[in-house]
Nanobody, 124 residues
Framework: QVQLVESGGGLVQAGGSLRLSCAAS????????MGWFRQAPGKEREIVAA????????YYADSVKGRFTISRDDTKNTVYLQMNNLKSEDTAVYYC?????????????????WGQGTQVTVSS
């Protein structure tokens, strides 16, 4: 099991940027595929971005392509989500998740461990 702690959320105006961080502790971070999900009020949790264990392969939801970038720094046991050109529809609680394995995992069921979430609010 790996413990995940997100940070970096907050209130930002539309068009602004935020960088979310997810610090991992516990088992070897480099053996995990990582993902960012989000959940808006009244909606289901959805995948935002994912990255494989090596950082070579990534996945983005269509709604964030070209605006968000996922990356990882295994020396710091941290995965990041750089969010640019934020829109009001990006408002949600953002969750970091870890999946045991070497692939890019894009479904909720593929992940084993979850953080507590960080709120992102985009004002229009």
């Amino acid at each position: 099991q790996v413990q995940l702690v997100e940070s970096g959320g907050g209130l930002v105006q539309a068009g602004g940027s935020l960088r979310l961080s997810c610090a991992a502790s516990g088992r070897t971070f480099s053996g995990y595929g990582m993902g960012w999900f989000r959940q808006a009020p009244g909606k289901e949790r959805e995948i935002v971005a994912a990255i494989n264990w090596s950082g070579v392969n990534t996945y983005y939801a269509d709604s964030v392509k070209g605006r968000f970038t996922i990356s990882r720094d295994d020396t710091k046991n941290t995965v990041y989500l750089q969010m640019n050109n934020l829109k009001s529809e990006d408002t949600a609680v953002y969750y970091c998740a870890a999946a045991v394995g070497r692939y890019v995992y894009t479904t909720f069921e593929g992940y084993d461990d979850w953080g507590q979430g960080t709120q992102v609010t985009v004002s229009s």
